[in-house]
């Protein structure tokens, strides 16, 4: 094992110091500091100059030229002279060259603090553009959506449909698989309270109701927004940074047309539809515990389900799911047309998609209920 790396100090007369080298001087070992030699010398004042001695010295790197070029910056303060004529002639011309190409003034970044105030107001003009950004997206899209009644927009029939087939069809197993679960989770925690006074049956009027107005609904767009939003912002994040939209413009084709309109088209499209097997999923999930953990049977329990709610109910999920539909695609789109030229930047955009579209459709359920309670519905 190679030997550790040491320097000492020693006086050759009343106004020299010697300074030794010894042992390997390497990285590895950490970066040395030039704070011993600063302390050596304010004990002795006198010191006009300093000499070297590294014949003990068995191997270096730049950590020894780092180390050097701190004592050579330490001497040139104080007034000392450096006499260099015992290093290791690699060593030294290296560190010649290091003196004679001087640091830049300014390479390194100083960290300065920002104000709170500053930061705040930074925050708030970027929220600002932020939101002024969105409101100029969803303008576009109005316009754009304007001109497709009036059948002037431009895309692909292909591409429409097989964005139908990815939002619709290849979407179903995991809505099978949430749906159930969640109708499954209602009716446990129902059975457990309602089992105490006897209302066992109740449960199916508990998962029915919460399926149907609420959470199939909503459940069938945070999977979609997670899942398909994130998919159409990194969809249009790549080809932001390949500059394919840049082609779209250049060629004459509006990407809002072109790329958004479609995918907005087949999620507001596929959204009900979605909705509507969840429901009937979540609703047979509930039922597997109604007739495994209370003693219901598959037709008392569907019988009471169907007495519990209305079509005012599917209705008014359906229409729920629409909107969170236009949400997703319209979240997902805004994020991936505001991907940066990077390929991280793709992430950031997915991210920001799926947060956005969560968001999103949180606020408008709650905007929902208090509309539905308002109207009696």
Known sequence: MAEQRQVSFQRADDATLLVRFSG???LRSGLPSALLLERELESAPKVRGIAFEARELTSWDSSALAFLVDVAELCRQRGIDVDRTSLPS???RLLELAEAVPEKKGARKEVVETPFLERVGNTTVGAGASLSEMLGFLGDMTVTF???FRLKVRFRLVDLLLLIQ???????PIVTLISFLVGVILAFVGAVQLKQFGAQIYVADLVGIAMIREMGAMMTGIIMAGRTGAAFAAQLGTMKVTQEIDAFTTMGFSPLEFLVLPRVIALVLMMPLLCLYSD????????TIGVGMLDLSWTTYLRETSNAISLGDVLGGVFKSSVYGVLIALAGC???MQCGNSSSAVGDAATSAVVTGIVAIVVACGVFAVVFYVLGI
């Not at 990815?166 to 179903?172: E, H, N, P, S, Y």
């Not at 009937?280 to 039922?287: L, N, R, T």
């Open 24 to 26: 390997a001087w390497r």
């Open 90 to 92: 690699g060593l030294r």
């Open 146 to 148: 304007a001109k497709l």
């Open 166 to 172: 990815q939002c619709g069809a290849q979407a179903l």
């Open 280 to 287: 009937f999923v979540g609703v047979i999930g509930g039922a």
């Open 334 to 336: 805004l994020r991936g």
